[in-house]
């Protein structure tokens, strides 16, 4: 009796070691997020044991969560889903049923995943565009574009840059009844990157026509050269993105070649010729006096100018859209940018605001003090978070008023 209730015990402390995360003091559903984590740890765990064996790369493994969250296109009362193909990438497609008189808006959204995973169908996805399409009474096109490490950059940027061109068509328009002075793209994380680079690189494209009215990036990761920021210093073991989990899906996006991520992970992976790019995410310059907490700038430390050579997508700016002139940002739209005070990526977002505004962009930047890195993606049971409902229905209520 005695040797049970002490391995019961033992048992139950290892577990309660195992959940346990260190949680930032104002984040709520503390015990949920760590549940939440815990899960999230165990599948990295397993990916990581997975791929020294050589069973699956890692990247198959988190994919699993991709799997066990899909859930077929269902219409309901006020949204018909149907999942098809713009332009050959594969979408899911929300189409509000009211029979409204006028146009209807368009949204165009790319989902998150560190350009590794994820997808249209899995659930979260599933009910933020349903809601989107229903709350707006607008058409939205969520892609399931193709991912690393079967796929690397450009192509996850050039499927979804297809599928916003194909959708941009006035005869396309038109079938769908969207007015074409209504449209926008958004994302989240790798999505919200996605979204960033989408609306860049339409602004110099001849063969597009349709003009986006607005851009919404929730949390986007929006540069390559600096994973020292403050936010990364800070959140390198924050639950849902740590820092080698970001590392691994960045040098996932452009190569599987180790010697990347390597690179990555000591922040010398810039070479010394890209040594002018920095400017532009100058954390120093760029983040207001409360973010930058009395962390020290230190000048970047360059590293060989073979990756450079090797994977010159890294630099590209259709992978970092922080690296562009000012010049290039001038004709964006309407911007909306949440950051989440305990992400790594929280100063992406808040450079980029910074950048926006000084070439004269109108941006909403929502920064939630009691947020963390993919809050938004957390509102379907059962790992649905208040706070995950309050950033999406802020996010919508903002499309609602703007688009
Ligand atoms: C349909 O829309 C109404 C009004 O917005 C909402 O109350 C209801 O929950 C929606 N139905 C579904 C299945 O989402
Ligand atoms: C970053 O900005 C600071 C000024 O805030 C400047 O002293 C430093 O030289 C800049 N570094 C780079 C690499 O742009």
Redesign the pocket.
């Given at each position: 009796m005695g040797t049970k209730a002490l391995c019961l015990f033992v048992a139950s402390a290892l577990v309660a070691y195992y959940i346990y995360t260190p949680i930032p003091e104002n984040i709520e559903e503390r015990w949920k997020l760590m549940l939440i984590n815990a899960v999230f740890r165990t599948v990295g765990h397993l990916a990581e044991f997975a791929e020294q064996l050589g069973l699956m790369h890692y990247m198959e493994v988190l994919m699993l969560i991709t799997a066990a969250e899909y859930v077929p296109p269902t219409s309901d009362e006020n949204v018909t889903v149907t999942d098809t193909e713009f332009s050959n990438v594969p979408v899911r497609l929300y189409l509000p049923r009211e029979q409204s008189s006028g146009l209807k808006r368009g949204m165009v959204y790319f989902h998150g995943g560190g350009w590794c995973i994820g997808g249209a169908g899995m659930k979260p996805y599933d009910l933020l565009s349903r809601q989107t399409s229903n709350q707006l009474n607008a058409v939205v096109v969520s892609v399931s574009y193709r991912l690393a490490p079967k796929y690397h950059f450009p192509v996850q940027f050039e499927d979804v840059y297809a599928v916003t061109k194909f959708f941009l068509q006035s005869s396309v328009l038109s079938q769908y009844g969207v007015d074409p002075n209504r449209i926008g793209v958004a994302g989240d994380s790798a999505g919200g990157n996605l979204a960033a680079a989408v609306a860049q690189q339409l602004l110099d494209d001849l063969e597009v026509k349709t003009k986006l009215k607005v851009q919404a990036l929730l949390y986007p990761a929006l540069q390559t050269l600096d994973l020292n920021s403050p936010s990364y210093r800070e959140n390198e073991n924050t639950p849902i993105l740590s820092k080698p989990l970001m590392v691994r899906f960045l040098s996932e996006y452009f190569t599987t070649d180790s010697s990347l991520r390597e690179a990555m992970a000591s922040n010398r992976h810039v070479p010394a010729e890209s040594?002018h790019l920095?400017?532009f995410v100058?954390w120093?310059?760029l983040l207001p006096e409360e973010l930058k907490k009395g962390h020290v700038?230190t000048?970047?430390v360059y590293g060989s100018s073979n990756l450079g050579k090797k994977y010159p997508g890294f630099l590209d700016p259709r992978a970092a859209p922080l690296l562009v002139e000012d010049a290039k940002l001038r004709g964006l739209p309407l911007t909306y940018v949440l950051t989440c005070e305990h992400d790594l990526l929280r100063d992406d977002g808040v450079m980029y605001v910074s950048r926006l505004r000084e070439a004269g962009v109108k941006v909403t930047h929502n920064h939630a003090k009691d947020a963390f890195h993919g809050a938004v993606a957390f509102i379907s049971s059962p790992t649905d978070l208040a706070l995950g409902h309050r950033l999406s229905n802020q996010y919508i209520k903002w499309l609602n008023d703007n688009l």
């Open positions: 040594s920095f400017q100058n120093s310059k700038y000048s970047p």
